[in-house]
């Protein structure tokens, strides 16, 4: 298991749920999944400006398998081999395939497994800290501990830092339903594990230490998060706002609509692949392709255009 401070210069830039791309079939490209890497890794992706989130969210792990899930985060990370960190999704409402998913990060190498609280029910600390102290029994993995509030449960700071005091808690993802809050997660944690960010304000998360952002952007526009991730590195932190909400803004105003439509994440990020080219698949239901348009495509199009040209 890496330490905190190993982690710290490993987890650096961006972010990236990697998407999962299906065939018509609904069955995983494999192919695609493996050309997808191995592009972003020609694109300059490495330990210092990236982090793959293997079988996440906008990896669409809600519609897979166990065994799909561990052969997808199995591929990412042999694709990767050791030149950027991987981390992978180990969310379940079953605690055998968290534990498992887990023992195959230790596996394979993954740096961290990321997990959330249960979900479906209502949150309820205690029912959490067992969860996690329960993964902790079996395996040596490192834990991301993801506070997925937008759909999860939102944990409170107590319930954090008994969380935290797990040997294997090495990184928090960390979001929150207000600045006020995502601001005081930062100052309260930041020093004691490695904190991502995952909340779209890197105007005050890189000012106070943290060094990394979730973005979909990466999977087919990833100069976009390495810039942004340079200047404020750099101390730019002006010009670093302005690159973000350049692309931020549009991507955000692109997206509503689908995200009105339909759920998941992948399915909002697959015209965006296509318009660059990439093979991003169909999705599995619930999310449905169908609701891209002809004209949704253009605007992805047009998207991709308006960043280049900015750069």
Wanted: charged share 20%; with cysteine.
């Amino acid at each position: 298991m890496l330490t905190v401070e190993a982690l710290r210069t490993r987890w650096q830039g961006a972010v990236i749920p990697v998407v999962t791309p299906f065939k018509e079939d609904r069955t995983i490209d494999f192919a695609a999944l493996e050309r997808n890497i191995a592009w972003l890794m020609d694109k300059g992706a490495r330990a210092g400006n990236a982090v793959f989130l293997a079988a996440g969210s906008g990896g669409d792990f809600t519609s897979m398998n166990l065994e799909e899930r561990k052969q997808v985060i199995r591929v990412i990370s042999e694709v990767v081999a050791g030149r950027a960190p991987v981390m992978a999704g180990a969310q379940s409402n079953d605690v055998r395939e968290c534990i498992e998913i887990c023992q195959l990060c230790e596996t394979l190498g993954v740096d961290a497994a990321q997990i959330s609280a249960p979900y479906y029910y209502d949150g309820r600390p205690g029912d959490a800290l067992a969860w996690f102290k329960e993964i902790a029994r079996h395996t040596d993995a490192g834990f991301a501990v993801y506070n997925n509030w937008y759909t999860g449960y939102d944990m409170p700071f107590t319930l954090i830092e008994e969380i935290l005091g797990i040997r294997n808690s090495i990184a928090l993802k960390w979001g929150a339903p207000n600045a006020f809050v995502f601001t005081e997660g930062i100052v309260r944690f930041n020093s004691r594990v490695v904190v991502v960010m995952n909340g779209g304000l890197p105007e005050i998360a890189y000012p106070l230490g943290v060094k990394n952002h979730v973005s979909h952007l990466p999977n087919f526009y990833p100069e976009h998060s390495w810039r942004v991730h340079d200047l404020f590195m750099a101390g730019k932190n002006a010009e670093a706002q302005q690159e973000w909400y350049r692309c931020m803004l549009p991507w955000r105003r692109m997206i509503a609509p689908i995200r009105a439509a339909t759920g998941g994440e992948g399915v909002f990020v697959r015209p965006g692949m296509e318009a660059a080219g990439l093979n991003g698949g169909h999705s599995r239901l619930p999310s449905r392709d169908e609701i891209i348009t002809p004209e949704m495509r253009r605007q992805y199009r047009d998207f991709l255009t308006l960043c280049a040209a900015g750069a």
